[in-house]
């Protein structure tokens, strides 16, 4: 049987009960509302409640279309991933800052995506942007597509070695915490490249 969708967009449910399924959020807003007063006296503990309960019946957050599927072991992968490209990156970086400071050469690339998954492509975001002499300028929601600025990148070569660590983060995104279809998406893919190079 299907839920009726409300006219805000949401699926089922009246605003009370939407109110309710998001509560870590009304903490979240309750607990910011205190830091900002500096003040646990019961009129500003009332008054952030009131607050938080209203900002969440009269601005509710879409709801996310689609859910990520956590494997442990891609997970712990994952992480490992990320820690040696932190160290390794970090080295890099630091070598061209002693051997060429402001001389170094940057460019900004444009990444382009596979998954049409909102928490997936934030990850992989998050993941290129951690990572020492990257950062990620701009996200194409519509097109997919990451801008990003790299250091160093002297030549093409390396400028394509770039673009290719951030597709590459979005495959082990995609392993830890992609469904189904968007692993067969992520490997369509793969298998269109590696084709492509015969």
Known sequence: MKSAETPAGRVGGSPPRH????????????????????SVSPLVLVTGLVVAGLVILLFPLPPLA??????????????????????????????EALLRGPRTRSAVLEARLTVDNDLLITAAAQMTALTPGSLVLEIDREEKLFYVHVLP???????????????????????????AEDRRLLFRRDGRREEGTR
């Open 19 to 38: 109110a309710a399924r998001r509560w870590p959020l009304l903490i979240w807003l309750w607990l910011l509302w205190i830091v900002l007063w500096g």
């Open 66 to 95: 689609r859910r990520v599927t956590a494997r442990p072991l891609w997970v712990v992968a994952l992480v490992g991933h990320l820690l040696a490209d932190l160290i390794g990156s970090a080295l890099i970086v630091a070598r």
């Open 153 to 179: 990148a002297r030549d093409a070569v390396e400028a394509e070695a770039q673009r290719r660590d951030v597709t590459n983060a979005e495959r082990w995104v995609v392993r830890a915490f992609g469904t």
